[in-house]
């Protein structure tokens, strides 16, 4: 198997994490969107 040859020599991308900055515009798109759920 030569694809797993150099895989510790790989580059690594690592996974995004996204981040709401601006909850007042994110919630206001989501009630746009018609679902907005609230976990208490």
Not at 14 to 19: A, D, N
Not at 26 to 40: E, H, K, P, Q
Request: with cysteine; aromatic share 12%; charged share 30%.
């Amino acid at each position: 198997m030569p694809y797993k040859m150099n895989e510790s020599c790989r580059h690594k991308i690592p996974k995004v994490r996204y981040r709401v900055e601006n909850w007042s515009a994110y919630d206001a798109a989501l009630r746009r969107r018609g679902d907005l759920t609230i976990w208490v």
